[in-house]
Antibody, heavy 119, light 111 residues
Framework: QVQLQESGPGLVKPSETLSLTCTVSSYSIRSDYYWGWIRQPPGKGLEWIGSIFHRGNTYYNPSLRTRVTISVDTSKNQFSVKLSSVTAADTAVYYC????????????WGQGTLVTVSS | NFMLTQPHSVSESPGKTVTISCTGSSGSIASNFVQWYQQRPGSAPTTVIYEDNQRPSGVPDRFSGSIDSSSNSASLTISGLKTEDEADYYCQSYDSSNHRVFGGGTKLTVL
């Protein structure tokens, strides 16, 4: 059973950089899947942040492109997201996920981690 | 930018059938796969339909998906409604640049 677990600070100050890591268990990140980040502000809908293939190909949400970087560490079976210049609007539950490389269906999700942007 | 529009909320009685729509803003929704996710409060979403009309194992056949090219929309239909179906439902697809897109979500109330 594929397992994904997000980790990182739960509180980030405005204007700083949010950094989260997703550790993948029981499955190789080198497989032919995309690995993505999705967020959900409290009480609101899902927003795709971006996705990465293990060879490094990345896709980013155009609305976040200038602030987001997603990277992969195959030696640790992890992938990460950095979001710079955060504001209160970036407060959300952040999910990492595995995506089918053909249909982009998300078949496995992490449990999600709440990140609050506040001074 | 490509967007997917869903009704904010729908409600129906137990045992009845409900359909949730997901309309694409441009292009042909039939050109790219559509997925549907169910999200209960406090939990991560789970897939109920993938690749337009496929059900993952474990999802009851009361859930079905379809595409209507004439209205550029996808639909999720749930028949024989149960109170446990009460949740938020999101459609998801992608644009011509492979940017993934979620619909705004539909809150299903079974009353």
């Amino acid at each position: 059973q594929v397992q994904l677990q997000e980790s990182g600070p739960g509180l980030v100050k405005p204007s700083e950089t949010l950094s989260l890591t997703c550790t993948v268990s029981s499955y190789s990140i080198r497989s032919d899947y995309y690995w993505g980040w999705i967020r959900q502000p409290p009480g609101k809908g899902l927003e795709w942040i971006g996705s990465i293939f293990h060879r490094g190909n990345t896709y980013y949400n155009p609305s976040l492109r200038t602030r987001v970087t997603i990277s992969v560490d195959t030696s640790k079976n992890q992938f990460s997201v950095k979001l710079s210049s955060v504001t209160a609007a970036d407060t959300a539950v952040y999910y990492c996920a595995r995506e089918d490389s053909g249909s982009y269906q998300i078949d496995y999700w992490g449990q999600g981690t709440l990140v609050t942007v506040s001074s | 930018n490509f967007m997917l529009t869903q009704p904010h909320s729908v409600s129906e009685s137990p045992g009845k059938t409900v359909t949730i729509s997901c309309t694409g803003s441009s292009g042909s929704i039939a050109s790219n796969f559509v997925q549907w996710y169910q999200q209960r409060p406090g939990s991560a979403p789970t897939t109920v339909i993938y690749e337009d009309n496929q059900r993952p194992s474990g999802v009851p056949d009361r859930f079905s998906g379809s595409i209507d090219s004439s209205s550029n929309s996808a639909s999720l239909t749930i028949s024989g409604l149960k109170t446990e179906d009460e949740a938020d439902y999101y459609c998801q697809s992608y644009d011509s640049s492979n940017h993934r897109v979620f619909g705004g979500g539909t809150k299903l109330t079974v009353l």
